[in-house]
């Protein structure tokens, strides 16, 4: 995807490397789904996630909150290694299609940012289910100072 | 709001009546949230869900992607009871605006059916966090027959 | 639609009455489509356009795109008189869902401020066609001072 | 993007060429853009459009309307090479982030078809404006028979 040059030159190697190290420990959300942080490389994030049969519905297939669940912190998590020391990042809006049902392996997603300013950025998520584009996503983030921060 | 006159005449009081008694018991993402349906009637669903310290991030608020599973379910579960028996709903696409950040307290979701055909169904979800509106949400699902139908 | 108490405090009569005795002759996309503005009180906007021919496509519906633009009108400019002078709103991202096909008649757009901070606000647009729900959008648009302002 | 290998194997160089040939004579939305379809090959689409005066806002960039509706158009087109002659594609939902002002230049859509199924299909479009990405949008459209088909 091409960015403007230079885009990404704030990127913190030790930070990535940190959350990629520590991403199975996190509690909440991410631990409940398996989410594991892969690969981090500037405005670029690749992470797994396996279909345990808890995740299925009774239709068959992963359910969509899952998915939105797996969407919503890759696109979040991609951001950290570009911003300052304090700084978080929030989804304030997002939007998925679903491509096709996922009912076993593994789902392994690549969050892309599109654009990155001192305030927000636009990240793209593409998921792929053993190699299968499954679910495409595109969304908003909010980057927030540390309380206190002037 | 406003729909065809007639739209949900095919609404089954004791589907619903089903799935409001049984919503705690279906395992999986949805009762790990904790989401209780509440009260269906015809194109309408109430669901709540309680915020637990376990679906907050480090930044102190709700995980963006248990607001996004809540929807999601939200999204589905209100078409049942106006389906056929044995036939599914799935979320093709749905898309979300967080307005504000959720920090403790109740989520309360309005789930809405906003046009149902014989194969689709576009709908709404207003999530409110102690009543203040804290997410809005549209999607589109997908209603199948089941397998062997014909 | 609930929003806090006060939210709408600095609505501008003058403002928006200058808008709706005006909105026929801004040029451009609004008058290629023929949108007028049609009553604006505060977090709310009525909007109608009418279908002529030249906005329906070969197979016979209005062109998505002229709903897409007529919305995106419709997401901004209920903010005008929310906003300090000098000000001005541009959409950052919206969603739409069609309901179904339009095929003549006049469409009338409600749009509604759903969170309105300092920078940014959430929107929601409902399209009708002569009284039946055609299309849902919800957007997201950025607040911007003057060019100069400090 | 990756795609089911043969999933385009339908499609119609010669509908390609003509929609090529004739995409500035339809009259409509298009005409009024000035969209111009540049490049069809399966499942992906290259359209262009200038950005003349009329289509900029007082504040100097392109109405945002503009954009939605040349991303519409671009939703649809790609499909028709793809599809049964006398089939037609409607959009149902799109979403787009526009990333930056366009204020002048020519905008360059790429339409790329991410899942094609006989009823639906996926369409990701990403508008640059003189090489530097300024619009993302993801939508579905349904595939429609001609009226008396069986």
Avoid at 3 to 29: C, P, Y
Avoid at 70 to 79: E, Q, R, S, T
Avoid at 125 to 144: F, K
């Amino acid at each position: 995807m091409s960015t403007k040059s230079g885009e990404f030159e704030g990127f913190n190697q030790r930070i990535a490397d940190a959350m990629v190290a520590s991403s199975e420990q996190g509690g909440g959300l991410p631990q409940y789904l398996g989410i594991h942080l892969r690969e981090m490389t500037p405005g670029r994030l690749v992470a797994t996630m396996d279909v345990r049969p808890e995740l299925i519905t009774p239709m068959g297939a992963v359910h969509g909150g899952v998915m939105a669940g797996f969407v919503d912190h890759c696109l979040g998590c991609v951001l950290y290694p570009l911003m300052k020391p304090g700084q978080w990042a929030a989804t304030t809006e997002f939007k998925l299609n679903y491509l096709r049902a996922v009912r076993a392996g593994t789902l392994t997603a690549e969050s892309t940012v599109l654009s990155m300013g001192r305030r927000s950025a636009v990240v793209r998520v593409d998921v792929r289910n053993d190699g299968t584009l499954a679910c495409v996503a595109q969304g908003t983030l909010l980057v927030s100072d540390p309380p206190g921060a002037k």
